[in-house]
Nanobody, 120 residues
């Protein structure tokens, strides 16, 4: 089994910064791809940013230029640096990973989510 544990969430004022972390552990052979999603109250979950093990990145238009996703493959950890936060960034942020497990299967895993309330 694989576990994803997120950390770094918390309340912040508009214009502030936070860094989220997500560490994967368990039966990991190789991490293929990691992503951050978010879900605001009353809205659908949306992709914020993703990154491949090779470092290729992709961002939602709403966060381009403000958020940066990075990966430390040695630590099986993905980060999301969030700068110039806005109230509309308020959401529960979820980590997602596509992992090649030691059982020879590729599987999709989710973290438990971390709250990021941004006050104006």
């Amino acid at each position: 089994q694989v576990q994803l544990v997120e950390s770094g969430g918390g309340s912040v004022q508009s214009g502030g910064s936070l860094r989220l972390s997500c560490e994967a552990s368990g039966n990991i052979f190789n991490i293929i791809h990691m992503s951050w999603y978010r879900q605001a109250p009353g809205k659908q979950r949306e992709l914020v940013a993703d990154i491949t093990s090779g470092g290729s990145t992709n961002y939602a238009d709403s966060v381009k230029g403000r958020f940066t996703i990075s990966i430390d493959s040695a630590k099986n950890t993905v980060y999301l640096q969030m700068n110039s936060l806005k109230p509309e960034d308020t959401a529960v942020y979820y980590c997602n990973a596509l992992i090649a497990t030691t059982r020879g299967l590729n599987a999709d895993f989710w973290g438990q989510g971390t709250q990021v309330p941004v006050s104006s």
